[in-house]
């Protein structure tokens, strides 16, 4: 029998969810709330939560981060229900690892619906064989020690699942480079990726993914990494951020910045997307798909070839020069005056309007508000490298210095 807890403040609305499922052949147990629910969770895991998002104490998203970070707890799948339809909360429902979202008042039979859904995507996950990628548009691909969950992304030569890691039970994000239907940059491919897994590898700390493993598959290379599901930055942006939650971000990639730095690393595109969410709610710094090992021989982009999102990118980023540490502080700066603000400093029409803007545009003003802060992002994104400061660390200190 399929085991379904439902957690919803409002006794009320728990009573009609759990009466209606019963009827539908669905008997549920409550919970009174968050905390309520981990309690229960800990003596008897469920396969399927349904959660409030708008609740006294811990609310839904933090009681499904919660319910993330405690691997005893299984991974039941989790709808969410919330009395306001709102995208945001939708997007940031996806993102923490809802299986589905329902909007006050629905019917009983909705609510079956959505946990009948779950029940069948349960048991065809039951159907994987164990170290077998579902099919995607190279085929088929056998990840030694690992079961497929499903695709989160795919970009042009590589593809990322969640897969469970059959040794731990725990998930992990799988980048899987595809070797299949590559031309002659096929080894280049490699050694960027294989480059990727041996920077990563050497970084410990809390604000930068962490990487367990790397290592060949059928026709494919994969590297087991920690899985994210808490969303990107983007989120924060778009529901907007305090002054204060701005600055605790900024100081916490500033503080893994100075880590990467400190390992040899240059990043090169820092933007939202690859700065994502544990649970716990810390922002971590992920994918160093093009990040350039200092000192290294090996050349993974062509000199004089701007490389990263033209929208973060560093005056001397976008003018082809060698860059270094000082690129990433001034891509941290652009992301904290789009924290702060809600948009980037630069908007153009295309690429190279957006570089030329790097290169010559003054640097925007925050409002008066925030006025306080203009020193600040003056310095992190100053054109001259030598007007910057001098590290990510001293960027994370006069960050962290200001009084909210």
């Keep these: 029998m399929t085991e379904i807890l439902v957690v919803e403040d409002d006794v009320v609305m728990r009573e009609f969810i759990a009466r ?225 939650l701005a600055q605790k971000r900024a100081g916490e990639i500033a503080s893994a910045l100075a880590a990467i730095h400190a390992a040899g690393i240059v990043h090169r595109d820092l933007k939202p997307a690859n700065i994502l969410m544990r649970m716990t709610g810390e922002a971590v710094i992920a994918d160093f798909g093009i990040a350039k090992q200092l000192g290294s021989a090996l050349a993974l982009t062509r000199h004089d070839m701007a490389v990263g999102t033209p929208y973060y990118m560093s005056p001397e980023q976008a003018r082809g020069s060698n860059v270094g540490p000082h690129s990433d502080t001034y891509a941290l700066g652009v992301l904290y005056f789009e924290m702060l603000t809600g948009h980037r400093p630069f908007e153009g029409g295309t690429p190279n309007e957006l570089m030329g803007k790097h290169l010559n545009a003054p640097i925007p003003l925050l409002p008066t508000r925030l006025a306080k802060l203009q020193p600040l992002i003056d310095k992190l994104m100053a054109k001259s490298i030598s007007d910057r400061y001098a590290n990510a660390e001293a960027a994370r200190e006069a960050i962290m210095a200001v009084t909210q």
């Design 20 to 244: 209606g499922l019963a009827a539908r052949g669905h008997p549920a147990s409550t919970a009174r709330g968050g905390e309520d629910a981990l309690r229960q969770l800990r003596t008897k895991p469920a396969d399927i939560v349904i959660t409030d998002i708008r609740m006294p104490g811990m609310d839904g998203f933090s009681f499904a981060r919660a319910l993330r970070r405690e691997a005893a707890l299984g991974q039941p799948d989790i709808i969410f229900v919330s009395s306001m339809d709102e995208r945001d909360h939708y997007r940031r429902a996806m993102h923490v690892g809802g299986s589905d979202f329902l909007v006050k008042p629905f019917r009983p039979q909705d609510m079956a619906d959505a946990v009948e859904r779950c029940i069948a995507t349960r048991e065809e996950r039951k159907k994987h064989t164990p170290g077998v990628a579902v099919a995607d548009a190279g085929g088929a691909q056998r990840i030694p020690g690992y079961e497929i969950v499903q695709k989160l992304g795919e970009g042009a030569a590589s593809i990322v699942y969640l897969a469970t890691h059959l040794a731990s039970r725990e998930q992990h994000a799988l980048k899987v480079l595809k070797l299949e239907g590559l031309d002659t940059s096929t080894q280049e491919a490699i050694n960027r990726f294989m480059a990727e897994y041996d920077m990563l590898s050497k970084l410990s700390h809390p604000h930068v993914a962490h990487v367990y493993e790397h290592g060949v598959g059928d026709r494919c290379l994969y590297i087991g990494m920690e899985h994210l599901p808490g969303g990107d930055l983007r989120l924060d942006i778009e529901a907007g951020m305090s002054p204060a």
